[in-house]
């Protein structure tokens, strides 16, 4: 189960609210390549992964993923803060705020809600790892549009720090990967799905 | 800026040094987790992981004391129900 630590995992301080930019970070929180998708997959995939290190390892980089959902949304807040009608429609932010107001709503920066669509739980290793190591580096693209976006310290500081943690987890889960197939016939990882078969066929 | 806090302590407190080194020293450990699930049998890091989850305990039992809980099991029931007292981290 989870238990929650009343701090984040990297401070968040904005001090000078920036609505416009506040919707392009939203794509971190419920967009394509964002936290909550990423949290939903690694803790969706790791039931049915076979080797215990690597479910671990799942879990574990899923509870992260939570964290830097609670960052993300730290950061959408702390721009829209006391936004007066003219600020919002200088800023473009008047197409999320008729629906949101200044609520945190889990979409993209286009306006496109978060689905379970943006992400798989393949229920085969291989294929789930592989799935994570693409999310990783699309997280980490993200991460670098936003900073070439972004000028403000307050903002850039938390955002690289959560684009540095998304090189890791790549790290990780690459070795995840290694670790799995080293436990598979080396002279055909396909031979069977561990995770379900019980013997090649 | 909203201050709807009675624990006495600023918002100033969440990035003060007290609070740096709680995030820093529970960083530390939680990186090393991520390591050790697929090195779990590297000593070195295995003894790293000791003395830091002590640095941890001791920077906690620092924010416990100067700010308040930072989990559920941290509160003192004696001092009144401090869980909902602090800044809730989003809180500027």
Known sequence: ?201 | MENNMNCGCTQNALTGPTAMQLAQAGFVIFDLLLYLDTHPTDQNALSYFAAKKSQYEQAKAAYVQQIGPVRISDVDPADGWTWGETPWPWEV
């Not at chain 1, 939903?40 to 992964?49: E, G, H, N, P």
């Not at chain 1, 690597?54 to 721009?79: C, K, N, P, R, Y």
């Open chain 1, 1 to 201: 189960m989870w238990s929650y630590e009343k701090r984040l995992q990297y401070p968040v301080r904005i001090t000078n609210p920036n609505p416009k930019i506040a919707q392009v970070i939203l794509s971190q929180y419920g967009g394509p390549d964002g936290e909550l998708g990423a949290s939903l997959r690694y803790l969706s995939q790791r039931y049915t992964m076979p080797n215990r290190k690597v479910a671990g390892l799942l879990t574990d980089i899923g509870t992260e993923e939570l964290a830097h959902l609670e960052m993300v949304s730290a950061i959408v807040h702390q721009l829209t803060r006391n936004l007066t009608p003219e600020e919002i429609l200088a800023q473009g932010f008047q197409n999320y705020y008729v629906d949101h107001t200044a609520g945190v709503y889990p979409a993209s920066a286009a306006g496109v809600p978060f689905t379970a669509a943006y992400i798989q739980s393949k229920g085969d290793p291989i294929t789930d790892l592989s799935e994570d190591l693409g999310a990783e580096q699309k997280a980490r693209t993200t991460y670098d549009n936003i900073l070439r976006l972004v000028d403000d310290p307050d903002v850039r500081d938390p955002i690289a720090f959560l684009r540095e943690r998304e090189i890791v987890h790549y790290q990780r889960f690459g070795e995840g990967l290694r670790m799995i197939t080293e436990e598979l016939d080396a002279k055909n990882f396909y031979a069977f799905n561990p995770a379900f078969d019980k013997q090649a066929r």
